[in-house]
């Protein structure tokens, strides 16, 4: 998410969030889980906007799917619940008809991606 900046301001709230409620409850702090920063700092606030101007912010909206795309491929200890949220929080949109063609147009691969994990 570093490289979208687009981001920034709505992975902040999560942060300034976390600390606000950790401090009122007199618990430790937790790292914001993928589960809220996929639909509340990436789709909401920025994909699905990007997809909502194409072919406007084409040069955009490649960047974002290829955000994207590198994340679902990458390994590590968060591997599985970044695909989890991936999967539930954004490919389950860009499957839906308009999304899907424009995806499939401007990064072929993530496309293929998408197909395979959310058939039909």
């Known amino acids: 998410m570093a490289r979208l900046p687009e981001t920034r301001q709505h992975l902040a ?8 409620a950790a401090l009122a409850n007199g618990r430790e702090l ?22 909502e101007r194409y072919p406007a912010d084409r040069e955009r909206l490649s960047a974002q799917l290829q955000v994207v ?5 990458a390994d590590g200890p968060a591997r599985d619940s970044i695909r989890y949220a991936l999967e539930n929080y954004v490919f389950e949109y860009l499957v839906e008809p308009g999304y899907r063609e424009i995806v499939a147009e401007v990064h072929p691969l ?4 998408v197909d395979r994990v959310m058939p039909g």
């Not at 709230?13 to 606000?20: G, P, Q, S, Y």
């Not at 993530?110 to 991606?113: A, D, K, N, P, Q």
């Open 13 to 20: 709230r999560l942060i300034v969030d976390e600390v606000e």
């Open 110 to 113: 993530l496309s293929t991606v």
């Open 69 to 73: 795309f590198e994340a679902y491929q």
């Open 30 to 51: 937790r790292p914001p889980l993928m589960g809220e920063v996929v639909p509340d700092a990436l789709w909401f606030p920025a994909l699905e906007p990007t997809l």
